[in-house]
């Protein structure tokens, strides 16, 4: 199976890499539109900032590619949030691929923590990336923007409000956890992902 991992201004690649291969996947780290188009998977993951990151998408035609691909797309954290209409970092216009808007975390008390960082649940998971044995699953995130609960949503965590911890649409799958640093369960959504 080939597996491609877009490679662009983003940090955390090569953790996504180092799962994959954990799993048996040798993946290509990429930007070039051929291989990207060919690939079975196509994984868009990274950690940074919306607006400058979609400037280099831009730059580079990344933007259009991620649009028009065919093949199963699983967006990790940044991706995630780059896949939808609009993001409040940087006020940055994204890919649109979700129709929804990324928010900034507003604490509500004083133990509320931005960026909300740690391990919480899943919950109301759907879609082909989860088993019904992952609901209530403990998973990994890192992230001060969220995805608000909308038709998207595949799977919903609570951190000072209910929000989007996974989204589907089409072809489309994306997580603001990271599965690469989920341990066992991490392992079970990147299978899942690469058998469909």
């Given amino acids: 199976m080939d597996v491609a991992i877009i490679k662009y201004n983003a940090g955390n690649i090569y953790s996504v890499d180092y799962a ?4 048996g996947i040798t993946p290509v780290i990429t930007a070039d539109p051929e291989i990207l188009c060919k690939a079975d998977k196509v994984i868009f993951p990274g950690v940074g900032e919306a607006f400058t990151t979609m400037e ?9 590619l991620i649009r028009n691909l065919k093949q199963p797309v699983l967006g990790i954290c940044l991706g995630m949030q780059l896949m939808c ?3 409040e ?14 928010k900034l975390f507003a604490p509500r008390k004083h133990e509320d923590k931005v960026p909300h960082m ?7 998971v759907k879609s082909k990336l ?19 609960i909308n038709n998207y949503t595949a799977a919903t965590t609570d951190y000072i409000l209910p929000f989007s911890a996974a989204l589907h649409k089409d072809n489309y799958y994306a997580t603001q956890f990271h599965p690469e ?3 066992s369960v991490g392992e079970i959504i990147l299978n899942n992902f690469l058998k469909l």
């Fill in 85 to 87: 209409r609009h993001s």
């Fill in 181 to 183: 640093k989920s341990g």
């Fill in 20 to 23: 994959l291969k954990r799993l």
């Fill in 89 to 102: 970092e940087g006020n940055a216009n994204c890919l649109g691929i979700f129709d929804t808007e990324v």
């Fill in 130 to 148: 989860f088993n019904a044995g992952l609901e209530n699953k403990f998973v990994y995130f890192v992230h001060s923007y969220y995805v608000p």
């Fill in 56 to 64: 280099y998408l831009k730059e580079h035609k990344l933007d259009s």
């Fill in 118 to 124: 740690g391990w919480n649940t899943l919950t109301n």
